[in-house]
């Protein structure tokens, strides 16, 4: 005896928005506590100002305003999503989620909403499972939504993170499609090189003395192995790219546009050449003005291009997301139409 289930249908992104914090932080705020200059900093990484969040400007409050920018422009209200999908990493509670405050915020407290916490790669991650439960009927509209705050976990005496990474918020909204909008996502870890990035240094200390309070341990900040993670990136991540452009059977000259993680500009444009990205294709560079965002770095980036370049609304997308794990996915996407 077998199940009686609908034929497994298409999916698409309906809609984008995002939200930046108002405060924006050049370089030469940076500079200073890490013995550095705008000048290095822009050379290694293409970074010239980040945004951090206020006081007032929480994990909930920045995902809420990306999300009710999404709906708006899906035409849709909070009642009509089933699923909401918050990819973050520092979000400073185990428990509830941020997704059950979030979508109690937003107004629809029946909604299934769970938190994922994939890094830098959790908004592909998010993409992926919401595609997969809409083209099987387990849900009709599903709110993604990566969001950091990652201002709180950096420490700004730190050279190989200091100038890195910024807060903000971006989310997309999947539904229903007639068509395959959405390609499948080729995804994975790279998990013997976990302490590569890690979001609390003090674990490998905790992890060998259990007998040690947390208060002895303190707060945890991000930090990283540059070098590794710029090499894991380029030569083992790019290949992530193009198997998710044969899976969705797209060319990169079919591509309007390539949006990979904002980690770092030289990063992206090495990927670019890896995966023969033509140079007609736009490729996003948010990293310049906002930073590595984190999870929220590809939709954050994805609505600046579509508002920079409104032609690219409708035209085929490349994602990739990587990071602490390590982790990675990519997949192709049709950009939302225009609202
Ligand atoms: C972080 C990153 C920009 C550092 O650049 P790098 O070229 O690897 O830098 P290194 O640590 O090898 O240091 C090179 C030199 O710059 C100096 N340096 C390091 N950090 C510096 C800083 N913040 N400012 C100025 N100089 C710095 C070093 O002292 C060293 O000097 P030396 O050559 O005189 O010894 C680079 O490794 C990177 O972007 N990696 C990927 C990180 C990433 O994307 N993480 C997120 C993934 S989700």
Redesign the pocket.
């Known amino acids: 005896m077998s199940l009686k289930l609908p034929a497994v249908g298409n999916s698409q992104i309906l809609s984008v928005g995002s939200y930046r914090p108002k405060r924006l932080v050049p370089n030469s705020e940076i ?1 200073d506590r ?4 705008d000048e ?2 822009q050379q ?2 293409g970074i010239q100002s980040r945004r951090f969040a206020g006081p007032d400007e929480t994990i909930i409050t920045m995902a809420q305003a990306a999300c009710e920018s999404a709906l708006k422009r899906a035409n849709l209200t909070i009642a009509e999503i089933d699923t909401l999908i918050l990819a973050t990493i520092t979000y400073p509670f185990q428990a509830p989620s941020a997704a059950t405050d979030l979508i109690n915020v937003l107004g629809n407290p029946k909604a299934a909403a769970f938190d994922i916490s994939a ?2 790669a959790g908004f592909c991650y998010g993409v992926a499972m919401a595609s997969d439960l809409v083209r099987t009927g387990s849900a009709k509209n599903v709110l993604v939504v990566g969001v950091e705050k990652i201002s709180d976990f950096t420490d700004p005496d730190d ?6 990474f910024g807060d903000g918020a971006g989310a997309v909204i999947i539904g229903r499609s007639d068509e395959a909008r959405i390609g499948p996502v080729v995804w994975g870890s790279d998990a013997d090189s976990r302490d590569a ?1 890690l979001l609390n240094p003090a674990y490998t200390e905790f992890r060998n003395s259990p007998d040690k309070g947390v208060s002895e341990i303190g707060w945890p900040n991000i930090s ?1 192995q ?2 590794a ?2 090499r894991w ?1 380029v030569f083992t991540v790019s290949k992530v790219g193009i198997k998710a452009l044969e899976a969705a059977g797209v060319r990169p000259d079919e591509l309007g546009a390539f949006i990979p ?1 904002q ?2 500009m ?2 992206i444009e090495s990927m670019a050449k890896e995966i023969k990205i033509p140079a007609n294709v736009v490729i996003a560079d948010d990293i310049r003005v906002n930073g ?1 965002t ?1 999870a929220a770095s590809i939709p954050l980036a994805m609505d600046v291009l579509l508002e920079k370049h409104p032609h690219l609304h409708g035209t085929l997308a490349l994602l990739i997301g ?3 794990g390590l982790v990675f996915a990519a997949q192709v996407v049709q950009l939302p139409p225009k609202p």
């Open positions: 500079v890490i013995d550095s200059s290095w900093i290694r990484t890094a830098c050279r190989a993170t200091a100038f890195i990035i990283q540059g070098q993670v710029y990136a993680h980690a770092n030289r990063i590595n984190s990587y990071g602490a």
